[in-house]
């Protein structure tokens, strides 16, 4: 049994010093407008938030950061820098996903005239929030404490509900359910909860892990620093397979202890499906505590 391979972690490099950048876009002593904007989208129809390559945006797949841009192009407003708090994958939905937006300061909008834009231009499944001015430094993704994911559960099936459900049918035991979800929270290696990219550290400080009960719904939230690739849907597939009695939650603390390829091979194939995910928030210093748990949908 080999032991899973990890190393820097993918997608958060140290935050630029001043004068420097990682990001795609002017050189640093251009003058920008930057804007901060609050995200929501249904991720059914979407590939993922990140735009594709030439190809795949020639084939027509669909990307949040994509329909973005060719909104603010069609408008006259290139944007040089267009990024996320970090990727959803294909399917995941957003209820808070925050971006920073940078378009040439000279004839750039206002944060108001930007929001009447997405409010009149946007297709029906993808909504800007909020459009906010803010500072060239604010980075979406270095600069975040937190993020929450929401999963929603469903004990019964709904015809209204299942595009952000997933249906368990068999009955799940709420003890082991909590006891496995539980299991989670704290500094560990998630090797076997991912999909790492080659030399991606594979640890992740899971800060709170907090189930809820709302009707037919049961409610699964997890908030970390940051998230591995397929992590979060790995967890609630664990999760609901030790609540149906498949697997038990010691298994889950074991494969958090030694995560070799065998247990990686086991918990991926139990992954959640992406219907039921939503990244529900991305805090930033100063932002107040993340209230209650509460449901998208109501399903009775």
Not at 20 to 46: C, I, K, M, T, W
Not at 176 to 183: C, E, I, N, V
């Amino acid at each position: 049994m080999k032991p899973y391979q990890g190393g820097s972690r993918r997608g958060f490099p140290p935050a630029p010093k001043a004068g420097q950048s990682h990001r795609r876009g002017p050189n640093p002593s251009q003058e920008v407008a930057a804007f901060r904007l609050l995200v929501e989208y249904d991720g059914g129809r979407f590939a993922g938030w990140q735009k594709q390559g030439p190809k795949q945006t020639a084939a027509g797949v669909r990307t949040v950061t994509g329909i973005i841009e060719k909104i603010l192009h069609d408008a006259g407003c290139d944007a040089l820098v267009l990024m996320g708090s970090g990727r959803t994958d294909a399917g995941v939905h957003a209820l808070g996903q925050v971006a920073h937006l940078h378009l040439a300061a000279k004839g750039a909008p206002k944060a108001q005239e930007l929001q009447r834009l997405f409010n009149d231009a946007l297709p029906h499944d993808l909504a800007v929030r909020e459009v906010r001015s803010c500072s060239a430094a604010f980075h979406a993704r270095h600069d975040a404490m937190e993020r929450s994911y929401l999963y929603q559960l469903s004990r019964r099936r709904s015809a209204f509900a299942k595009p952000y459900v997933w249906w368990v049918k068999r009955p799940m035991d709420l003890r082991d359910l909590k006891a496995a979800w539980g299991a989670f929270q704290g500094n560990h290696d998630f090797g076997a909860f991912a999909d790492l990219e080659p030399g991606e550290a594979p640890l992740v400080q899971v800060r709170a892990c907090e189930t809820a009960e709302s009707g037919a719904l049961i409610l699964l939230r997890v908030t970390a620093t940051h998230f591995l690739r397929s992590q979060v849907r790995r967890m609630v597939g664990a999760t609901v397979s030790c609540a149906l009695g498949d697997d038990d939650p010691a298994s889950i603390l074991a494969g958090l202890r030694t995560p070799i390829e065998e247990a990686n091979l086991h918990w991926g194939k139990l992954a959640a499906p992406a219907a039921g995910l939503f990244l529900e928030r991305v805090r930033y210093s100063g932002d107040p505590e993340t209230g209650p748990l509460r449901p998208l949908v109501d399903v009775y």
